[in-house]
T-cell receptor
Framework: QKEVEQDPGPLSVPEGAIVSLNCTYS??????FMWYRQYSRKGPELLMY????GNKEDGRFTAQVDKSSKYISLFIRDSQPSDSATYLC?????????????FGKGTLLTVNP | GAVVSQHPSWVICKSGTSVKIECRSL??????MFWYRQFPKQSLMLMAT?????????EQGVEKDKFLINHASLTLSTLTVTSAHPEDSSFYIC???????????FGQGTRLTVV
């Protein structure tokens, strides 16, 4: 079993739809959970990160972490064509020498105008 | 803030030659830098972690003599692919992290093609 599982999609939605992206993980030692957006042939761009269970909102994006289920989600409201990209979840354990991000495979999202 | 610049964005080289990729943190001091490799439609694979002034720590299966990493200052790390071969063609991405922050920031990536 991989440490981080993410459905690669592809996911295609109409403009204005609510998008739900998800990852599951197996390592209960993960403490920080991040979502990155990667456009084609570009480096990943950090969208947001969360620590511990709960919700975190930033504009049209909401990140949700359920540590008991080892399940994280990213919701995008009022999706736009410019949101079309690959979304990568990433997680890590503690800081210092243990800092190392483990990535999901990424979900390819297309928002159609 | 938190800008990481990677150069070049793409490079084509002949088999057997060496290629150097630079990664700079423009507006913060990067105590730790990471180098990743990404194959098409695949996730990022961590190659090595480097701390300023120290030797890089390579992930299992990554040849340290082939992928030379130097992190000589708090704003610059370099990856040199030595004696490159076509199988080294890939998308290489660096990321940088400041000691006091949780998140890491990524460069734009370098597309290496070895012919």
């Amino acid at each position: 079993q991989k440490e981080v599982e993410q459905d690669p999609g592809p996911l295609s939605v109409p403009e204005g739809a609510i998008v739900s992206l998800n990852c599951t993980y197996s390592n209960s030692a993960f403490q920080y959970f991040m979502w990155y957006r990667q456009y084609s042939r570009k480096g990943p761009e950090l969208l947001m990160y969360t620590y511990s269970s709960g919700n975190k909102e930033d504009g049209r994006f909401t990140a949700q972490v359920d540590k008991s289920s080892k399940y994280i989600s990213l919701f995008i409201r009022d999706s736009q064509p410019s949101d079309s990209a690959t979304y990568l979840c990433a997680m890590r354990m503690g800081g210092g020498s243990n800092y190392k991000l483990t990535f999901g495979k990424g979900t390819l999202l297309t928002v159609n105008p | 803030g938190a800008v990481v610049s990677q150069h070049p964005s793409w490079v084509i080289c002949k088999s057997g030659t060496s290629v150097k990729i630079e990664c700079r943190s423009l507006d913060f001091q990067a105590t730790t830098m990471f180098w990743y490799r990404q194959f098409p439609k695949q996730s990022l694979m961590l190659m090595a972690t480097s701390n300023e002034g120290s030797k890089a720590t390579y992930e299992q299966g990554v040849e340290k003599d082939k992928f030379l990493i130097n992190h000589a200052s708090l704003t610059l790390s370099t990856l040199t692919v030595t004696s490159a071969h076509p199988e080294d063609s890939s998308f290489y991405i660096c990321s940088a992290k400041q000691d006091t922050r949780v998140e890491a920031f990524f460069g734009q990536g370098t597309r290496l093609t070895v012919v």
